[in-house]
């Protein structure tokens, strides 16, 4: 479960997600709650919205790129410094973790009773994103070794 | 093992684990440090406290009505907002869903060295919550198929 | 996985360690991200370092002893209150939740990438930690019974 939009968090879980999809395990990541945004592809894209879900939408960070660290992100200037160290050190980013994931069979589910509540529309996530509810979740955590809960 | 008292995270958690009582799984809700505020009361119960103890209780959360968003809150305007939102869609209340829990059965057990330490007395705590401690936990987790720490 | 430097986060994730090895069970703690900090010395250890590096090193908790509360610290004072409190019901320090954690054989995994991305050098952290990466931890986790992400 992704539940968090940080960026440190969302690099922590893609890069489990990815090393275990190497491994041969199969993965599914869950998008709930602010989790859902790291899904947002980071163009507007124009969809009927009520103008509560509209101000939702652009007070939300859109897309993996707009992610900032949960802790010293000092306006923009900690997440800044730590994706230079990662560009220096030849770290793959967190939009290039995410196509990596897509590429190697992890399945990326966007929660739809949050989609409901933030007024996400599917046109507005990026490509090879399912749609599935808490029951989805459950059937595949309840068949999986490791859960993990990342908020 | 629900560690926060944020609002959004105690949805999650909820929405969860009645989400698995209800597909017929066994599930229990262990509230450690900022999540025992979910369980609180949300009126003043007469109970002897040392100062601190009073202090403490007066600057956390009282129960599940008056948690707030972990990101986004304003000042409550957040977390007005997404309730409002809410209400419009039908999803169930944070204190619904605790009702909800409590009728499907889900074990709500209080850390009773969360109680201790923050000096929260067993009558501050609504109805069908029970106490353990970390060995009471540990036993649940080993057996289970699922754990989330939600923090 | 312990990704959380904070004071409330790491005692629960030392609180539970502990709790399962002296239940017999074998725990193995991957420190990464923030929670790595938890692992240094609490000493400026002498180390080269890029100017970047010195400053992550300067800006970030040195050790659990500086680890504060992930909400109410109040500039110190609410973390001051608890540890205060702590000491008056004889619970053990962070600190010395890791000392027993270490007694008991719980293994303590470093995240060599984020001592990479950070510049924390193996001289800097505690003794009787482990360096590993994602693959050493899914290895473990795969194995194990219980896993959490503590973030």
Redesign the interface.
């Known amino acids: 479960?992704v539940?968090?939009d940080s960026f440190?968090?969302a690099?922590?879980a893609f890069?489990?997600a990815n090393?275990?999809a190497a491994?041969g395990?199969g993965v599914t990541m869950f998008f709930?709650?602010?989790g859902l945004n790291l899904l947002r592809q980071d163009r507007a894209v124009p969809v009927r919205k009520t103008p509560?879900e509209r101000m939702?939408g652009w007070?939300?960070p859109r897309g993996a790129e707009k992610a900032v660290l949960s802790?010293?992100n000092m306006a923009g200037m900690g997440t800044a410094?730590?994706k230079g160290?990662?560009k220096k050190?030849n770290?793959l980013s967190l939009p290039e973790l995410i196509a990596a994931a897509r590429e190697a069979g992890v399945r990326l589910v966007a929660c739809n009773?949050t989609m409901?509540?933030m007024g996400i529309k599917r046109e507005e996530l990026i490509d090879g994103v399912e749609e599935g509810g808490?029951?989805a979740?459950?059937d595949r955590?309840?068949a999986?070794?490791?859960?993990?809960?990342?908020?």
């Open positions: 479960v539940f968090s440190d968090k690099m922590a890069i489990i090393g275990a491994m395990s709930t709650f602010w509560i939702f007070m939300m802790k010293m410094m730590i160290i990662m050190k770290v009773m409901d509540l808490v029951a979740y459950l955590a309840g999986a070794n490791v859960n993990l809960f990342i908020g």
